[in-house]
């Protein structure tokens, strides 16, 4: 390397940094150094103020006997469950009908995805009262119209994790719609062309070129949605404010377990132990993924 | 297909999109509806999808009801803006960096932030809090805003559209004697302008609408941000439908006004991501 040129690069990685230094900063203080000060975290016993005790592995041994975590983490499982599949079959539809060259798709676009931009706390607000056990609830109301008595939504265990995912099946529906809308419009018109003058059938075009070639757009909604999935906290919070989540507990997730643990308890090691808990598990089903993508998705 | 059949099958499909679309856009008319209905039509044990007169004192009571409510609209509109005007600033420069410049560290820095970004912000928020706790900023502006100040995937994002921009334009802009800074703030910044206004408004909207950070950031009553001050409002006033309806509407309003203004640079920001994976 000439000195000159070396002497550049070395101006150039001084720039540079500066550039980076304020993204940088901010990244390593709040995203980067807490990955691992959460890791040493969860090896104490800690209210992050007067009490710092060593407890080493402790944490992690006391929550794989915990049955409130256990419990948190198999409602975490129902609701990821109850919600990506539903949610994912009927965006797919949804875009589907979208996609067949219809008058007004913005019109109808818009009321598919207005949920989605809705906070949830305010959103949440509504669907208490529509899931009002009385017949003054709506989704009650909407029943009665089929000859089906009211039910408790909110109060009834066999019931709250059903309404939770209803809820949450909704507010995503639109993302997904749009996502999936976008994937099969990027699809070339003439494979469709082609299939149709060889007399193919709906269904054939469907298996053969659409849902291959729509293969990674499904891929990212599958991933996306089970991660989010798994970090919901705020619609429990707000459909039961009084409670440690769902009737005897039955939609209290993993997050909300963290957040009771944290900040009604104080267990502030115990807390980051099931942070990790649900890194450990996001991470683990993200390679599953990637390695079934790796046989079933396929790029143009 | 024949023409008959074409006809049966394009209409099975506006009549499925229709239910479908008025059975997402209920709880809108459900809230809407409730926010402006009299007592007589509220506690009846039935539901009254038609109020037959509109109240719209309804509004006005739920905001004299929490004397808080003005300050914590300000509260949320403030951090949404001062968040999203930094966010943008430090994406741009460090998005620069990575698509303009050859510097040491560059592949290794920038795997390092892709990888913080499969970290679930969840797993963070404990050793967040303690850090904010120590800095001595519980309760304060500061907490509410500092800590997101800078996004992985916006600066993936803009760095995206940098890299379409020829360096050639560099070049010819050095000889001129233009200054990396300038080159930046004057030519690039409004060549991408587009992906400004759609990660501005991600952000402002995440602002917006996040709850659980500064539901445990914030302790005090002028501090909290209009989605924890509704999620209080619920727990005081949780028998009046009435009133927390009209507060959700308030709520909700702003960003679907937001929402209509600026929907398609929204729609196709969201249609990018999908597409790009």
Same mark, same amino acid.
């Not at chain 1, 407890?55 to 006997?65: E, F, K, T, W």
């Given at each position: 390397?000439?000195?000159?040129?070396?002497?550049?690069?070395?101006?150039?990685?001084?720039?540079?940094?500066?550039?980076?230094?304020?993204?940088?900063?901010?990244?390593?203080?709040?995203?980067?150094?807490?990955?691992?000060?959460?890791?040493?975290?969860?090896?104490?016993?800690?209210?992050?103020?007067?009490?710092?005790?060593?407890?080493?592995?402790?944490?992690?041994?006391?929550?794989?006997?915990?049955?409130?975590?256990?419990?948190?983490?198999?409602?975490?499982?129902?609701?990821?469950?109850?919600?990506?599949?539903?949610?994912?079959?009927?965006?797919? $539809?949804?875009?589907?009908?979208? !996609?067949?060259?219809?008058?007004? +798709?913005? =019109?109808? *676009?818009?009321?598919?995805?207005?949920? @989605?931009?809705?906070?949830?706390?305010?959103?949440?607000?509504?669907?208490?009262?529509?899931?009002?056990?009385?017949?003054?609830?709506?989704?009650?109301?909407?029943?009665?119209?089929?000859?089906?008595?009211?039910?408790?939504?909110?109060?009834?265990?066999?019931?709250?994790?059903?309404?939770?995912?209803?809820?949450?099946?909704?507010?995503?529906?639109?993302?997904?719609?749009?996502?999936?809308?976008?994937?099969?419009?990027?699809?070339?018109?003439?494979?469709?062309?082609?299939?149709?003058?060889?007399?193919?059938?709906?269904?054939?075009?469907?298996?053969?070129?659409?849902?291959?070639?729509?293969?990674?757009?499904?891929?990212?909604?599958?991933?996306?949605?089970?991660?989010?999935?798994?970090?919901?906290?705020?619609? $429990?919070?707000?459909?039961?404010? !009084?409670?440690?989540?769902?009737? +005897?507990? =039955?939609? *209290?997730?993993?997050?909300?377990?963290? @957040?009771?643990?944290?900040?009604?308890?104080?267990?502030?090691?115990?807390?980051?132990?099931?942070?990790?808990?649900?890194?450990?598990?996001?991470?683990?089903?993200?390679?599953?993924?990637?390695?079934?993508?790796?046989?079933?998705?396929?790029?143009? | 297909?024949?023409?008959?059949?074409?006809?049966?099958?394009?209409?099975?499909?506006?009549?499925?999109?229709?239910?479908?679309?008025?059975?997402?856009?209920?709880?809108?008319?459900?809230?809407?509806?409730?926010?402006?209905?009299?007592?007589?039509?509220?506690?009846?044990?039935?539901?009254?999808?038609?109020?037959?007169?509109?109240?719209?004192?309804?509004?006005?009571?739920?905001?004299?009801?929490?004397?808080?409510?003005?300050?914590?609209?300000?509260?949320?509109?403030?951090?949404?803006?001062?968040?999203?005007?930094?966010?943008?600033?430090?994406?741009?420069?460090?998005?620069?960096?990575?698509?303009?410049?050859?510097?040491?560290?560059?592949?290794?820095?920038?795997?390092?932030?892709?990888?913080?970004?499969?970290?679930?912000?969840?797993?963070?928020?404990?050793?967040?809090?303690?850090?904010?706790?120590?800095?001595?900023?519980?309760?304060?502006?500061?907490?509410?805003?500092?800590?997101?100040?800078?996004?992985?995937?916006?600066?993936?994002?803009?760095?995206?559209?940098?890299?379409?921009?020829?360096?050639?334009?560099?070049?010819?802009?050095?000889?001129?004697?233009?200054?990396?800074?300038?080159?930046?703030?004057?030519?690039?910044?409004?060549?991408?302008?587009?992906?400004?206004?759609?990660?501005?408004?991600?952000?402002?909207?995440?602002?917006?609408?996040?709850?659980?950070?500064?539901?445990?950031?914030?302790?005090?009553?002028?501090?909290?941000?209009?989605?924890?001050?509704?999620?209080?409002?619920?727990?005081?006033?949780?028998?009046?439908?009435?009133?927390?309806?009209?507060?959700?509407?308030?709520?909700?309003?702003?960003?679907?006004?937001?929402?209509?203004?600026?929907?398609?640079?929204?729609?196709?920001?969201?249609?990018?991501?999908?597409?790009?994976?």
């Amino acid at each position: 390397m000439k000195p000159s040129h070396s002497r550049k690069y070395a101006r150039d990685t001084m720039a540079a940094y500066l550039y980076l230094a304020p993204a940088l900063i901010i990244l390593i203080v709040f995203h980067f150094f807490p990955a691992f000060y959460a890791l040493y975290l969860s090896l104490f016993d800690t209210n992050l103020f007067g009490r710092w005790n060593w407890v080493g592995l402790g944490n992690y041994a006391q929550l794989l006997r915990d049955q409130d975590f256990l419990r948190s983490l198999a409602n975490t499982g129902k609701y990821v469950l109850g919600t990506v599949p539903v949610g994912m079959a009927l965006a797919l $539809v949804i875009a589907g009908l979208l !996609n067949q060259r219809i008058r007004g +798709l913005a =019109t109808y *676009r818009t009321a598919f995805f207005l949920p @989605y931009v809705t906070p949830v706390v305010a959103i949440s607000i509504v669907w208490t009262w529509i899931y009002k056990e009385d017949s003054a609830g709506m989704l009650n109301a909407v029943l009665s119209w089929f000859g089906i008595g009211p039910q408790a939504w909110l109060l009834d265990p066999k019931w709250a994790m059903f309404a939770l995912c209803l809820m949450s099946i909704w507010r995503h529906l639109g993302y997904n719609v749009v996502i999936f809308l976008a994937g099969l419009q990027n699809i070339p018109a003439e494979y469709y062309e082609a299939a149709e003058i060889d007399g193919a059938s709906g269904w054939a075009m469907f298996s053969k070129i659409t849902w291959p070639l729509l293969s990674p757009t499904t891929y990212f909604i599958t991933i996306i949605s089970i991660i989010g999935s798994f970090q919901v906290f705020t619609q $429990v919070y707000v459909l039961w404010p !009084n409670a440690l989540g769902g009737p +005897l507990g =039955t939609t *209290r997730v993993v997050v909300k377990y963290l @957040y009771d643990m944290a900040w009604g308890s104080y267990q502030f090691g115990y807390a980051s132990a099931i942070g990790y808990m649900l890194f450990a598990i996001i991470f683990v089903l993200t390679l599953i993924q990637r390695n079934v993508a790796g046989r079933h998705v396929h790029y143009q | 297909m024949s023409k008959a059949r074409k006809t049966a099958h394009m209409t099975l499909v506006y009549i499925l999109l229709t239910v479908g679309a008025v059975m997402m856009l209920m709880p809108f008319y459900y809230m809407l509806s409730t926010s402006v209905k009299a007592p007589e039509e509220l506690y009846v044990n039935r539901l009254v999808w038609f109020p037959s007169k509109i109240v719209w004192k309804n509004y006005a009571d739920a905001w004299n009801e929490e004397p808080y409510f003005p300050r914590y609209f300000f509260n949320s509109a403030f951090i949404a803006t001062i968040t999203t005007a930094l966010q943008l600033l430090t994406s741009a420069l460090a998005a620069y960096a990575f698509s303009n410049i050859d510097f040491w560290g560059k592949e290794t820095v920038f795997m390092i932030l892709l990888g913080t970004m499969m970290i679930p912000s969840q797993v963070t928020l404990v050793p967040n809090y303690a850090i904010i706790a120590r800095l001595g900023w519980i309760d304060t502006y500061k907490a509410l805003i500092v800590p997101f100040t800078a996004s992985v995937f916006g600066i993936f994002m803009m760095r995206q559209f940098f890299q379409t921009i020829p360096l050639e334009m560099w070049d010819a802009a050095q000889i001129d004697g233009c200054s990396r800074f300038r080159y930046l703030w004057v030519v690039m910044v409004p060549l991408a302008r587009p992906i400004f206004v759609t990660s501005g408004l991600f952000t402002f909207i995440g602002g917006w609408n996040s709850f659980l950070w500064p539901l445990i950031v914030t302790n005090s009553d002028h501090l909290r941000t209009i989605q924890v001050g509704l999620s209080r409002f619920n727990q005081e006033f949780g028998t009046r439908p009435d009133l927390l309806m009209a507060a959700s509407t308030l709520a909700i309003a702003p960003l679907v006004a937001l929402f209509f203004v600026a929907q398609n640079q929204f729609i196709q920001g969201i249609a990018r991501t999908g597409l790009k994976s």
